[in-house]
């Protein structure tokens, strides 16, 4: 195209052809000018095209799919927030601190599915702790959640009658956990941690000050400081920037039910622990004597013995009271659990006994396998070691007395030496008898001194290699395996090629 006829393009085809040099340079690295010199445009034209054109417009961007809400987690902990609704449960425990060398008991109430947003739910700071200060602690944190649950541990104030009936006038339900299991708590013991390490410095400090004034070693002041420290730090802690709310909020209403009713039953202890078990069983069947009595006489036992005992008391007590009436209910459930706890022993020692026999044989079966499994690799592998082991469990059949060979050799041995051999035939079909008489070479010269015995194994060794005995290639095969045969077919030619008669073409 002459270059008069460029300078009358549109605007629109001028910045198509700017914009496919950028392009052109970008990925390819060709140049204004040579691009200019292949399409016949001036140069100084097309400067003032790139001068002129608008400026590309970006591609409108994709849209990203949302993330999932709610994103399935696995192996989620039973106190992840995904699992733990807010307003179900509150947690109660204590721990020691100490301000100006006094010890202190803190006790504090957390609600485990508000725990980002609000750390505590109510605390109280004393010299000791006692059911009248955990009352207080639940009544302010539980006052306005009827039908709430309150996790916490077997400690005396918590298991004592008057917190029980604090709870029971809230109608919030009792939930102690099984003794010795903190885990079952683990969001408030980490709370705990974080408020004490964070205020390590000024406890620290507390006590360097009343190491020089010790008159301000007063339980009034340190409770009141401790008060104030942790207010404080509680307020700083809600007023602390967030981003996002609950990860179950905006969830399905049957999604929020399944799950608290799940999160309500894991903290439901009662068939995990023995003493809140038996404490159970001496209410329910209004047993005499002192409750702490009567765990300790039968904590020792089984927590499956003690509800085994507990099903069959509960079955034989109607039938016998029927009949007479008990005069001592619980010196009959003692020994309903003797002999509950008898055969309860006597079963799981069957049931060890039959796991180590289980475990013993297992053990057998896997050394057989691994032998089984060395002997087919050494067959593979090295075929004249299998061999020699066949030879020897053969002679195994000699009898000096008879000068035969028992049972004619049937056994193992021949069927070694028959997997040798199928394992020789396998590398090279030609030279079978070859290794194999070489091996037999080597072994009845280390059994020369027993002539009779190598005479009658050696007319077994012929029949068993007789049929791996292969008839040598001649040079016909030898030849024409490697060397194409003469009659063989060809193609023909390509009529490309082909010669045509002589002629005139014109």
Known sequence: ????????????????????????????????????????IRPRTFRSWKTTAAAPVPPAPVPEEPAPKHPERKNAGRFDLEVTVPGIQTMADTTKWELFGVPLSVVAAQDPGDRKQKLWESFAVDTEENAGVVVDVLTEALGDKPGAQCVIDQGTPYMAELTKAALEKLEVEHAPQKEGTPTDKATKERAFGVVKNALKPLADLTARIAEKLPQLRHPALAKALGRLLLATFLRVYEAAPRTGGHPLQGERPDVLRAIIEEQREDARAESRSKRLTLTA?????????NVAKFIRTHYAQTLEDIQEAERRFRARLHKIER????????????????????????????????????????????????????????????????????????????????????????????????????????????????????????????????????????????????????????????????????????????????????????
Not at 12 to 33: F, I, N, P, Y
Not at 281 to 289: L, R, S, V
């Open 1 to 40: 195209m002459p270059p008069e006829v460029w300078a009358y393009l549109r605007k629109d085809d001028r910045d198509t052809l700017v914009q496919a040099q950028a392009r052109l340079k970008c990925e390819h690295g060709l140049s204004a000018e040579r691009f200019c010199e292949l399409l016949g």
């Open 281 to 289: 069983i001496h209410q329910a069947y209004d047993f005499p004597g």
């Open 323 to 506: 009949l007479v009436p008990i005069k001592d209910r619980r010196s009959y459930f003692a020994a309903v659990l003797r002999d509950a706890a008898e055969q309860g022993r006597a079963r799981r020692a069957r049931i060890r006994n039959e796991k180590l026999a289980y475990a013993r044989q297992e053990k057998e079966l896997a050394e057989g396998r691994k032998i089984l499994q060395d002997r087919e690799r050494r067959r593979r592998e090295h075929p004249e070691e299998h061999l020699e082991e066949g030879l020897e469990f053969l002679a195994c059949h000699w009898s000096p007395k008879t000068q035969t060979l028992l049972f004619d050799g049937k056994g193992p041995g021949r069927n070694f030496i028959r997997e040798a051999l199928q394992s020789m035939q396998q590398q090279n079909v030609h030279t079978v008898i070859d290794r194999a008489e070489a091996r037999w070479t080597t072994w009845a010269a280390a059994h020369a001194a027993d002539a009779p015995m190598v005479n009658i194994m050696r007319k077994v060794f012929e029949i068993l290699c007789q049929p791996y005995a292969a008839i040598p290639p001649s040079a016909r095969e030898v030849l024409s395996a490697t060397m194409p045969s003469a009659n063989e077919n060809r193609s023909p030619w390509p009529s490309r090629l082909r010669n045509y008669p002589a002629r005139s073409w014109g």
